[in-house]
Structure formats: structure tokens, C-alpha cells
């Protein structure tokens, strides 16, 4: 699976999670049933979305996991490389 397609995942599950458990909060108070059974969806989705970040949320050249700053990361912070691309990230030549 592409890193493109691996951070829409990771976005659309951790939004349906949000959604579960805020309708979980504003709902549960009527119905407990409801509630329990939108906590179950919130915790089902958080652990799809984890199994698909942990599977497929590697960089594509070396292989190293992204997990910090996934959905905000241009450049693969171990091979320096751009992860849409594949191009190399020149190096600032030593100096700090």
C-alpha cells in the first residue's frame, strides 16, 4: 500500500473513532445498550486504524516505521528521501 494512501487511512480512522465515541458521550445517556456498542466501534476502529499504520506505515525506500508525525511528514527522517517522490534531500554538507 502506498505512504499516500496509508495516511488517508490513518486520518478516516481516527476520525470515525472520534465520531464513535463523542456519539458514544451525547447519546449514551438515553440508551446504555447504545453506548456499549459505540464503545466497541470506537476501540474496533482505533485497532484497525493502528494494524494499518504498524503494517503499511513505512517508508518505501528504507523501510523505516513513521509513526511520529506521520500525517505531517514530507521527508523520511532515516534515508532523507521524499516520500512521494523518492528523491533525495541534499544534506546541509556537515555543518550544524
Known amino acids: 500500500m502506498k505512504f499516500e494512501?496509508?495516511?488517508k487511512v490513518a486520518k478516516v480512522g481516527f476520525a470515525l473513532t472520534t465520531l464513535?465515541?463523542?456519539?458514544g458521550i451525547f447519546v449514551g445517556n438515553s440508551d446504555?445498550?447504545?453506548a456499549a456498542y459505540l464503545t466497541y466501534a470506537a476501540l474496533m476502529f482505533i485497532m484497525f486504524?493502528?494494524?494499518i499504520v504498524l503494517?503499511?506505515?513505512?517508508?518505501?525506500w528504507?523501510?523505516?516505521l513513521l509513526i511520529r508525525k506521520m500525517l505531517s511528514l514530507k521527508v523520511c527522517p532515516?534515508?532523507?528521501r521524499d516520500l512521494t517522490t523518492g528523491k533525495k534531500k541534499k544534506g546541509k554538507g556537515g555543518r550544524k
Do not use: D, E, M, S
Request: charged share 10%; glycine share 8%.
Open 62 to 64: 528504507c523501510g523505516t
Open 5 to 7: 494512501t496509508v495516511k
Open 32 to 34: 446504555p445498550q447504545l
Open 55 to 60: 503494517k503499511w506505515g513505512r517508508c518505501p
Open 49 to 51: 486504524t493502528l494494524a
Open 20 to 23: 464513535a465515541c463523542f456519539l
Open 78 to 80: 532515516n534515508c532523507n
